[in-house]
């Protein structure tokens, strides 16, 4: 090979590095290769790179995250379903990490990856089966830690339900929406088999394949101007103050188990958290440009 021919080829790979650098996709989105692992020795499979809820196995829960032959491309699909059981229902659940404390109790900050790209949008193939009533639902949050507040800022996000009955693989194309110009420095993705999943309809299912990241500039929505929101003190003892919050849709406040605990937002954005027991807290605020999860600690 000649000098000539030698840099083309140099130039030419380092162009498709650089290119897959800014382009960067999720591991394994086509769900084909799986993995057994192990929980107090109990195995149980989980497609790889992705997490779920199949570790509860170790207190007799069945897999709600199972590897499908029904598939859009491929061998395979991953298929969620949601799963009755004596000690309660649990959603199918995929998540980008494992989302899981030292306790065994759901952790959402845990739920993310460490992330730079700016997709224009999300596509998937799927197919829904979810009971009367249940939706299917697909969270993704492009976020960068703010060390002032410390917590992740949402730099853009795509959120999708679907309450129909889908029996054959259907497209989705889902542009994200961007409340900053900044790059992200972490993803969050999560998807279930029902919408609410600390309350799933035990039958609802939904496959998911060919999950993919596109990067052409069409289709993002840019919002330029958002206010941040921050809580405050954080740890809390006798209220908790919300600065920022302009209009908001729904508020909740979530104790480390996952069950919804009932507040009453002040005139002046604050909430009362004396009677609430030492311990972890999940506060999910979500507006019509911005949703944000802040883990709180009452002492």
Wanted: aromatic share 12%; glycine share 6%.
């Amino acid at each position: 090979m000649n000098t000539f021919s030698r840099n083309l080829s140099l130039a030419f790979l380092l162009f498709v590095e650089t290119a897959m650098a800014q382009t960067p996709q999720f591991l394994n989105n086509g769900f084909e290769n799986w993995e057994i692992k192990t929980a107090n020795s109990v195995p149980y499979n989980d497609p790889s790179n992705w997490y779920s809820l199949n570790s509860l196995k170790q207190f007799g829960f069945d897999e709600g995250t199972t590897k499908s032959t029904d598939a859009h491309s491929g061998q395979y699909s991953v298929m969620l379903e949601s799963i009755e059981n004596i000690f309660g229902d649990i959603p199918g659940l995929l998540s980008i990490n494992y989302m899981m404390d030292a306790t065994g109790a759901p952790d959402f900050s845990l739920n993310k990856i460490a992330f730079t790209g700016r997709p224009s949008a999300l596509t998937f193939w799927f197919k829904s089966l979810p009971e009367s009533g249940d939706y299917s639902a697909l969270v993704m949050l492009l976020t960068k830690w703010n060390p002032n507040t410390q917590i992740g800022d949402t730099i853009g996000y795509v959120a999708w339900e679907n309450s129909d009955l889908v029996d054959t693989f259907t497209f989705a194309n889902l542009p994200l929406t961007y409340l900053s110009n900044e790059a992200p420095d972490s993803v969050y993705f999560i998807a279930s088999s029902s919408k609410d999943g600390f309350n799933p309809l035990p039958g609802s299912r939904m496959w998911l394949d060919d999950l993919i990241l596109n990067y052409t500039p069409t289709g993002i929505k840019e919002t330029p101007e958002v206010t941040k929101i921050s809580v405050y003190p954080n740890p809390i003892k006798d209220k908790v103050n919300i600065s920022g919050l302009n209009t908001f849709i729904k508020i909740i406040l979530l104790d480390q188990s996952g069950r919804e605990i009932k507040i009453n937002l002040d005139q002046d954005h604050s909430i009362d958290t004396k009677e609430l027991k030492e311990g972890i807290y999940f506060l999910t605020i979500q507006s019509e440009t911005n949703l944000q999860t802040i883990k709180l600690i009452k002492y």
